[in-house]
């Protein structure tokens, strides 16, 4: 960074006094039932569309008043700050509604990955789209025969002139029915092992040849969504990163995922829900459980205070260690696992606080209601994101050192490793 630049970079304590004086003339009190629970039902389809469109009119806002985008380069609609000046919006957020259902994934990580590994011409023309509230992207990676083995991927991509056609299906991607574009891994070569096989495409997601199918999940939930692409045009210059190079771009794209709630590119109100405390939702439970002087449920409470301040202060510890070079960007694998693990953890403390009202409910018990489909949802921590299993492994064999886990598929053809007859491609 340039001598100058420092010298014209606006003060972290003058950009808080301007972000503090625009969001308290502004912006409203942010919505205390928001991001209760584990994916509750989301009410009826309209009712989700206007909340999709309040999102993109609250972030436009934040864009005309200088507020979006902090350390995004200003060529490309950003302000080209630092970490702190995101931290002091985020901190200045904290009560307040703004765009917090765009952040993920949309900035973190498909506009980072763009960032990282897009053309000038690629960011230029979706980068300030982004930051405005006019693109909403998701991340197509999941595969129905895959699980979390994204490297395993059988969609395929083949060229086609100035053109790839991209076949087959990703499931599990969130909020797809309602967004513009995705980042999309697929295969571009059967005959080499499979991390090297692998393209990554920009799609967007009203295309021809593109069905989204939604999935109901047993809360109610139809957030998720599974796509179809059958003979999907997508231009090389949608093309992101190398060809046959797409781990190389995958591999990040994990790591600004598993980063997601500490990136410089999210803007994230401290003490949200979505940022990860969860302790007025509990406190809430025990309340309307009768519960909160009972010296079990303190002790519950007290662990559950105690699981967020250590998760807190790993996740600063982590990124640190990653901003500084002291840890490698494996290192994100360490604040994943700690994060599914409380987040389970604590869903299963909310109701234990629930007795019978647990099991059968009625409008009469408050918060209790629910807190029995949350429980029965409470793995979704563990596997959203990538599995805490594959967090354990990446934590042993790239951040420990120890050995690897033992594959015959190493050297093997990618067309030659066995699959079931449904997802073998061409």
């Not at 991001?35 to 509750?40: A, P, S, W």
């Not at 952040?103 to 990282?116: D, G, K």
């Not at 999210?266 to 909160?292: C, H, I, N, Y």
Request: proline share 4%.
């Amino acid at each position: 960074m340039s001598t100058q630049t420092v010298v014209d970079m606006e003060s972290v304590e003058h950009f808080r006094t301007r972000a503090r004086d625009w969001i308290r003339d502004n912006l409203g009190p942010t919505d205390p039932k928001a991001n209760i629970g584990v994916m509750r039902a989301e009410g009826p389809d309209e009712d989700e569309l206007a909340y999709v469109a309040e999102q993109r009119a609250l972030q436009r806002r934040l864009f005309d008043a200088g507020l979006a985008g902090i350390c995004f380069p200003r060529e490309y609609g950003g302000q080209g700050l630092t970490r702190a000046h995101q931290r002091a919006l985020n901190e200045e957020l904290a009560g307040y509604a703004y765009a917090e259902r765009l952040q993920s994934p949309t900035f973190v990580p498909c506009a980072a990955v763009l960032l990282e590994f897009g053309t000038e011409e690629q960011k230029q023309r979706h980068i300030p789209a982004i930051l405005k509230g006019e693109e909403i992207w998701m991340q197509m990676l999941s595969e129905p025969s895959g699980g979390s083995d994204v490297a395993g991927a059988v969609t395929s991509a083949v060229r086609d002139g100035d053109d790839w056609v991209l076949n087959g299906s990703k499931i599990w991607t969130t909020g797809a029915w309602w967004s513009d574009w995705a980042l999309c891994l697929a295969r571009t070569n059967w005959d080499v092992p499979k991390h090297r096989g692998l393209t990554v495409f920009m799609v967007p997601l009203d295309c021809v040849g593109m069905e989204v199918n939604r999935i109901e999940l047993l809360s109610g939930s139809r957030e998720f969504c599974q796509e179809f692409m059958t003979d999907v045009r997508v231009p090389d210059s949608d093309r992101i990163g190398e060809i046959n190079d797409g781990w190389t771009v995958g591999t990040r794209w994990m790591f600004h995922e598993r980063m997601l709630s500490n990136s410089p590119y999210a803007t994230m109100a401290a003490g949200s829900t979505q940022r990860g405390t969860k302790m007025p939702e509990l406190l809430a439970v025990a309340r309307d459980a009768g519960r909160l002087n009972d010296p079990v449920s303190r002790d519950l409470i007290g662990e559950a205070r105690m699981l967020e301040l250590a998760n807190n202060a790993l996740q600063h510890r982590v990124v640190q260690g990653i901003t500084t070079g002291v840890m490698s960007d494996q290192a994100a694998s360490i604040a994943r696992l700690m994060a599914g693990l409380m987040s389970t953890r604590l869903v299963t403390i909310i109701y234990e606080f629930t007795g019978p009202a647990g099991a059968a409910w009625d409008d009469d018990d408050g918060t209790v209601g629910d807190c029995a489909t949350d429980y029965l949802g409470q793995q979704v921590w563990c596997i959203a994101g990538g599995t805490t299993e594959m967090a354990r492994n990446a934590i042993s064999e790239r951040v420990l050192g120890m050995p690897r886990e033992r594959t015959h598929e190493q050297n093997i053809a990618f067309r030659d490793i066995p699959k079931s007859r449904s997802t073998s491609g061409s």
